[in-house]
DNA sequence: TATGATAACTAACACGTGTTACTAAATCGC
DNA sequence: GCGATTTAGTAACACGTGTTAGTTATCATA
């Protein structure tokens, strides 16, 4: 029985003639020994990893408390358990050496990158252009060619802060969720910009400030604003995890939400609805990016006609009652707020 | 010029003579044409594949809300980049094939496995023990031989309970982390009895709850609890984000926290001291946890001799106010928090 | 100049698999 | 009974690197 035999039957070769007999002494012998062909002689000869990167484009101590992260890979491994594929993690940090991942590519480590968060300013993501090395962006970079996976971010934002106009609010503040060299932070802020100017209010810098991922710079940046001399009715946090520590900064200062200063936030994570109020957000769905951009990168890989290179996934307004525009009751409000959640589709 | 000599230029090899001159020849050509050595070859010669594997035993679902993971990532590959390993990512979730992460032991994909929340029922586990496989575990598993990185769970609960018992309570209602089959979820409610049997307090089933990682067990569990007949004036919620649902079950039944029921949590997530009021809770030593579990691997695959296998870290009961025991006023809680904030060590 | 030592480089093998081309045996058609 | 075809199995190469042993050229020494 020789080594060819058992690599045919082992991988269930198609139109092979292996007798049964044969066949089930390979498998059972396999399973004796616990074998597994190794993955490296296999990636030699195939030219092929088996593993997807997921590169993380932000400084390595915001990734602590970036809730995005957990529900994109569960995403991924759920569709990469399907096709045997395996996910590797890094993080792209401007701080660290600038083309890592462009060797994880060059070295084949990894036969693809999903590339999470990409920055305006990363020259390296333009060497995998030119390499042709199979790329999903989740998130955007304006004059990429490469395979995109993301929202509108810009008109999510514009639904949140028209929200707030809709409500009466003519002074909003601005927290941004990462400083404008991420992509989706100058898309949100411009999302803002948009709703205020269509409402004829003029765009005031004096209320916006920029945030960096944390809860920390959420309380920071709304304390700022707070200590600023511009007044303001209502507040669009451009991430749920800023707006928690934005919201613990008014409380500190003896400001209720939403009578004093009505919130709204963006991402809807898993605790927006736990807060106190429950936090009106732009959700977003994430487990569908997840998807969606594995799919694209399985299709990229099989080589097949990959259909569309841009998908832009539609995102919802979640009215709960940090806006001030939810008028149930206190005690049975959660209980009731699957119905009493109001829903603004943003892409129609 | 040969391939020998570039293997031996680029790998910068020891006392090896290669003329400045065709030093310079490679390291300029290796530049120009962004060469990288292919890592399945390197992985096949060196039977290296300079790679560990993060194994999340928890089911797919719950690794969305997890908090714990994304830290523990962070401090692994802070490690990692020093020494040229990568880190890859998958989720050991018993409805899906059991020995699935076996596999990629056997096919050498990875070099070492750190296994984040063993399942008291993994019997794969003692696989990879029988193999000798590289395995560090990040919490325990009672009865094994693996190298173990965690920390006191049954002792920081205890401290937290006790404190509860400290201030007066003795009607305490508790929610596990988790299903009894993770080994955490049974450590911190053996502290939970313990501190109760200290006290001379009777444990009541009535009063004990099991969640499943998720915000929704804590409010569900919460509102159940509250649904008993049996009173209770303190909770002690053996995870933070479970302890953010549960305050919300609170506060939807109009029950005021600490003032009707004393909260504390567990794990000391980034959202808990912007949580309102400012949760107490068991800081978790997440990053030290990484950095050990990383260093012992390393150390493990460098054959060095492992100076300890079990490495147990210290916690701390960080006392904020939703216990009731600090009187800071509500205004300027949070500026003085880091001052204001009580500290007990658990383990000294 | 002959001898040995050293510097600089290279040919050849090993790693473990997938795959192709080939051989031997068995079966079939007439 | 004999060539043609099908079936079952194998030898040999390729993948791209690290490494060992070996081969020239260069140079110092007696």
């Known amino acids: 029985m020789s080594r060819t035999t058992v690599s045919l039957v082992l991988n269930n070769v198609r139109d092979i003639k292996i007798s049964p007999a044969t066949r089930q002494k390979v498998m059972d012998a396999a399973e004796r020994l616990g074998y597994v062909p190794n993955a490296a002689a296999r990636a030699l000869v195939s030219q092929r990893a088996q ?130 060299t991420y992509s989706a932070a100058v898309e949100r802020l411009r999302g803002y910009q948009c709703a205020l100017e269509e409402a004829g209010i003029a765009y005031d810098p004096a209320l916006v400030r920029f945030g960096d991922f944390t809860i920390e710079s959420g309380y920071e940046q ?33 400001l209720a939400v939403p ?13 927006a609805r736990y807060m106190d109020p429950p936090l009106t957000t732009v959700h977003l769905p994430v487990s569908d990016l997840a998807h969606r951009a594995s799919e694209m990168m399985i299709a990229l890989l099989s080589g097949d006609h990959v259909p569309c290179d841009r998908v832009i996934l539609d995102t919802e307004l979640i009215i709960r009652e940090s806006c001030g525009a939810s008028h149930t009751s206190t005690v049975m409000k959660r209980k009731e707020e699957k119905e009493g959640e109001r829903i603004f589709r943003n892409n129609l």
């Open 222 to 254: 709304m304390r700022n604003l707070l200590a600023g001399q511009t007044k303001f009715t209502a507040a669009f946090v451009a991430s749920d995890t800023l707006a928690l520590g934005a919201r613990a900064a008014l409380s500190e200062q003896g």
């Open 51 to 180: 593993i997807i990167g997921l590169l993380l484009s932000r400084k390595s101590h915001h990734i602590s408390t970036d809730a995005f992260i957990n529900p994109i890979m569960q995403g991924l491994l759920d569709v990469f358990r399907q096709h045997d594929m395996c996910l590797l993690i890094d993080i792209v940090d401007p701080d660290h050496t600038k083309e890592a991942y462009i060797q994880l590519a060059r070295a084949k480590r990894i036969d693809g990158i999903l590339f999470s968060g990409p920055r305006l300013d990363d020259e390296a993501l333009k060497l995998l252009e030119v390499d042709g090395f199979p790329t999903v962006l989740i998130g955007q970079l304006p004059g990429t060619k490469l395979c995109v996976v993301d929202i509108d971010n810009c008109a999510a934002a514009k639904s949140a802060v028209a929200h707030l106009i809709r409500l009466g609010h003519r002074q909003i503040a601005c927290i941004t969720n990462a400083q404008l």
């Open 259 to 271: 009578q004093d200063v009505a919130l709204v936030g963006f991402d809807d994570l898993p605790f």
